[in-house]
């Protein structure tokens, strides 16, 4: 059961990583540097896809990094309960 739970979670951080390149790619079209400081400091990128991203399926967007995200931890505490 934990190796399901594992795989699931697995699939939502990769849901969660590709919105959170689709940011990034955002950011350095926009400007340069917009993208190096999101790169480097996780509380620009939080500032910038809040503020400044624009896209037409933002929502989406911006549910598919942080939604999964917090399933996946709720996932990984499951799996952890399996495994002791």
Known sequence: ???????????????????????????FQD????????LLCGFYWL?????????EKKGLILAGIFGPTVVAFILSYGALAFTV
């Open 1 to 27: 059961m934990a190796f399901v739970l594992l795989g699931l979670m697995g699939l939502l951080w990769l849901i969660s990583a590709v919105c959170s390149i689709i940011t990034l790619i955002g950011a």
């Open 47 to 55: 500032y910038f896809i809040f503020a400044e991203f624009q896209h």
């Open 31 to 38: 400007e340069v540097w917009k993208g190096i400081l999101s």
